[in-house]
């Protein structure tokens, strides 16, 4: 299995909800990640989670929460959103141990996300 | 920080050969790797350099010179399928992550 699922694929919420992202992967990868991917944009990076824990957050506002309940999933918690926050979100995994491929990123398909 | 400068467009013939070019700027390199996206879809892996000189897979080659700060894929016979953005991407010592340059989107025609 080397496939990275992410649920939904599409997701519209008003500024007020609350709403989850899901990520899941079985390839035994102990590296987690969130990017953000805007329309004719490359991707950027907002959490890293390494061994379950969280890593790196780079100075993502708090209406956006991650969670990483084991090693197999990645929740991104979603409350209070802005219309700017509508984006493609990527969740990414690779592996932690030391060898010449470590750090190849396995991208899931994404969470189209539409904020109201 | 990291700085990282590819073209923002090229085009290119069915059965061409195309180079893409990639240079950066990084503090401690450990890694560049080329991502291929298809519009509306994921990005996937299409190679991965750590030391000088030429990484060859099939249509796919990709060049690194640590030195120059510099990278350039090469695709060969080009098919409509290829058509897409190309993400350069570097990772730095000591972290997991990858930082994407801008992207160049590639515009195959018949």
């Known amino acids: 299995d080397t496939e990275v699922t992410q649920t939904p694929k599409h997701l519209v919420m008003g500024m007020t909800n609350k709403k989850s992202l899901k990520c899941e992967q079985h390839m035994g990868h102990r590296a987690m990640y969130w990017y953000k991917q805007k329309a004719k944009k490359p991707p950027e990076l907002m959490f890293v989670?390494?061994?379950?824990?969280?890593?790196i957050n780079e100075s993502v506002p708090s209406r956006f929460s991650p969670e990483c309940p084991n090693s197999s999933l990645l929740n991104l918690h979603l409350h209070a959103l802005q219309p700017e926050d509508s984006a493609l979100y990527l969740c990414?995994?690779?592996?932690?141990?030391?060898?010449?491929?470590?750090?190849?990123?396995?991208f899931g398909e994404g969470s189209r996300l539409t904020v109201l | 920080g990291q700085n990282i400068d590819q073209p923002t467009e090229m085009t290119a013939t069915e059965g061409a050969i195309v180079q893409i070019n990639c240079t950066y700027q990084t503090s401690g390199f450990n890694g560049l790797f080329w991502y291929q996206q298809h519009a509306g879809e994921a990005p996937t892996f299409l190679s991965y350099?750590?030391?000088?000189g030429l990484e060859e897979k099939g249509r796919f080659s990709s060049f690194l010179s640590r030195s120059k700060g510099y990278s350039y894929l090469l695709l060969k016979e080009l098919q409509m399928k290829d058509s897409a953005s190309y993400l350069c991407a570097v990772r730095r010592s000591g972290y997991s992550t990858l930082t994407f340059g801008k992207g160049t989107m590639l515009l195959v025609s018949p």
């Open positions: 990414a995994s690779s592996p932690l141990e030391v060898r010449r491929m470590a750090g190849e990123l396995f």
């Open positions: 989670y390494s061994y379950e824990k969280l890593s």
């Open positions: 350099n750590v030391l000088d």
